[in-house]
Antibody, heavy 123, light 112 residues
Framework: EVQLVESGGGLVQPGSPLKLSCAASGFTFSSNWLNWIRQAPGKGLEWVASINPDGSSTYYPDTVKGRFVVSKDNAKNTGYLQMNNLRSEDTAMYYCARTDDYYSGDGYVMDAWGQGASVTVSS | DVVLTQTPVAQPVTLGDQASISCRSSQSLVHSNGNTYLEWYLQKPGQSPQLLIY???NRFSGVPDRFIGSGSGSDFTLKISRVEPEDLGVYYC?????????FGAGTKLELK
């Protein structure tokens, strides 16, 4: 069974760092893109980061570029989102989602999502 | 950034009815390679989003054939024929043609 499990969320002060993890199982992690999507309380979805299967290329929107770093350790079947200089507007549920490389020419095709990790940035 | 405008914001339905959700883009979603990267996701209450449709009209594996995606250019529609209880939730369109990728604000499919 394909499974993604996020961890590492919590309450942090503005300006603090936080690192989320996404543990993958049930599929070949090294053949998949890893994406991070967030959802502020009561709001819609926002894409925040993606990394290609071998970890050589990363992508971010301007809202997090320079503050967030996405990475993956294929040997550990785990992806990460390092978030630095956190702001109150980063408060959200953070989901990791995979894109099977089979679909890499078809868009993001995020067919499996974790249950989310809650991040609250507040003083 | 590309803005995806979804209408209606909420769609009250009776079970067994057809529902239709519109997603209009602020610019064409046709990529330079000729593909149109428009996807649809459903977030059921208390759950993570799930993939329904990719590249406008391709139903993902296991998605019932009552979900039909259509459209072109900057105008897209998701139709759900014969709405069932498990179809209720918030539907999001998502574009991956232009950087950065963006989601629509969502359409809530709810019971009348």
């Amino acid at each position: 069974e394909v499974q993604l499990v996020e961890s590492g969320g919590g309450l942090v002060q503005p300006g603090s760092p936080l690192k989320l993890s996404c543990a993958a199982s049930g599929f070949t992690f090294s053949s998949n893109w890893l994406n991070w999507i967030r959802q502020a309380p009561g709001k819609g979805l926002e894409w925040v980061a993606s990394i290609n299967p071998d970890g050589s290329s990363t992508y971010y929107p301007d809202t997090v570029k320079g503050r967030f770093v996405v990475s993956k350790d294929n040997a550990k079947n785990t992806g990460y989102l390092q978030m630095n200089n956190l702001r109150s507007e980063d408060t959200a549920m953070y989901y990791c989602a995979r894109t099977d490389d089979y679909y890499s020419g078809d868009g993001y095709v995020m067919d499996a999502w974790g249950q989310g990790a809650s991040v609250t940035v507040s003083s | 950034d590309v803005v995806l405008t979804q209408t209606p914001v909420a769609q009250p339905v009776t079970l067994g009815d057809q529902a239709s959700i519109s997603c209009r883009s602020s610019q064409s979603l046709v990529h330079s390679n000729g593909n149109t990267y428009l996807e649809w996701y459903l977030q059921k209450p208390g759950q993570s989003p799930q993939l329904l449709i990719y590249k406008v009209s391709n139903r993902f594996s296991g998605v019932p054939d009552r979900f039909i995606g259509s459209g072109s250019g900057s105008d897209f529609t998701l139709k759900i024929s014969r709405v069932e209880p498990e179809d209720l939730g918030v539907y999001y369109c998502f574009q991956a043609t232009h950087d950065p990728n963006t989601f629509g604000a969502g359409t809530k499919l709810e019971l009348k």
